[in-house]
Nanobody, 127 residues
Framework: VQLQASGGGLVQAGGSLRLSCAGS????????????MGWFRQAPRKEREFVAG????????DYADSVKGRFTISRDNAKNTVDLQMNSLKPEDTAVYYC?????????????????WGQGTQVTVSS
C-alpha cells in the first residue's frame, strides 16, 4: 500500500486548507477501502498525535478535542482517497500531517493500530 498526501501549505490564522490522501495497492489481500483511515500530525519536538479517523464505510468519525468542530474527515472508497477539511486554522495546528491505514475496519486514536503511513504534508499557520 502506498499513500500520497497533498494539500499542505502556508495559510493565515482563520484560513482553511484541504488535505487529501490517495492510496494504491492492497492491505492483507484486501483493498484498503475496507480499512479504517486516520490523520495524524507531528509538530517539531512533539509526539505524533491523532487528529481524525474514519471507519471503512465512512459512517463513523472521531476527532481530537483540539480540532473538533473545525476539521472534517471524509473518504471516497471508489477513488481510494481520504480528505481532511481544515477550517478556522490556528497557529497551533502547524505540523506535518500524515494519513495512515488502520489495521482493522475501524479507526483508532492509537498510532500503533495503523500499518501504512503516507510521507506527510507540511501545514503552517501564521498568526
Amino acid at each position: 500500500v502506498q499513500l500520497q498526501a497533498s494539500g499542505g501549505g502556508l495559510v493565515q490564522a482563520g484560513g482553511s486548507l484541504r488535505l487529501s490522501c490517495a492510496g494504491s495497492g492492497r492491505s492483507s489481500g484486501r483493498s484498503f477501502s475496507n480499512n479504517g483511515m486516520g490523520w495524524f500530525r507531528q509538530a517539531p519536538r512533539k509526539e505524533r498525535e491523532f487528529v481524525a479517523g474514519i471507519n471503512w464505510r465512512g459512517g463513523s468519525t472521531d476527532y481530537a478535542d483540539s480540532v473538533k468542530g473545525r476539521f472534517t474527515i471524509s473518504r471516497d472508497n471508489a477513488k481510494n482517497t481520504v480528505d481532511l477539511q481544515m477550517n478556522s486554522l490556528k497557529p497551533e495546528d502547524t505540523a506535518v500531517y500524515y494519513c495512515a491505514v488502520a489495521l482493522s475496519s475501524f479507526a483508532s486514536r492509537d498510532r500503533e493500530r495503523y500499518r501504512y503511513w503516507g510521507q506527510g504534508t507540511q501545514v503552517t499557520v501564521s498568526s
